[in-house]
């Protein structure tokens, strides 16, 4: 398991599961502290990557001449 998808597991433990920090720490071999840290760096990773889609589904292709 690469380090992305232990982040993402993590993460889902945490958001979909409603697991405690300290429930998911025992279960990975982590601090509470560091679980913390992972589940708001993929919630930041996640606001990135939304508001790169956004802006390319709103822009408009006519106007976007290199020139």
Same mark, same amino acid.
């Given at each position: 398991?690469?380090?992305?998808?232990?982040?993402? !597991?993590?993460? +889902?433990?945490?958001? @979909?599961? $409603?697991?405690?920090?300290?429930?998911?720490?025992?279960?990975?071999?982590?601090?509470?502290?560091?679980?913390?840290?992972?589940? !708001?760096?993929? +919630?930041?990773?996640? @606001?990135? $990557?939304?508001?790169?889609?956004?802006?390319?589904?709103?822009?408009?292709?006519?106007?976007?001449?290199?020139?």
């Amino acid at each position: 398991m690469d380090k992305k998808d232990r982040n993402f !597991q993590i993460y +889902e433990m945490r958001k @979909k599961y $409603y697991m405690t920090l300290t429930a998911i720490g025992k279960r990975m071999g982590l601090s509470r502290e560091r679980v913390r840290q992972i589940v !708001q760096h993929v +919630e930041d990773n996640l @606001k990135d $990557y939304k508001n790169v889609q956004n802006l390319r589904a709103s822009g408009n292709r006519k106007n976007n001449n290199a020139s």
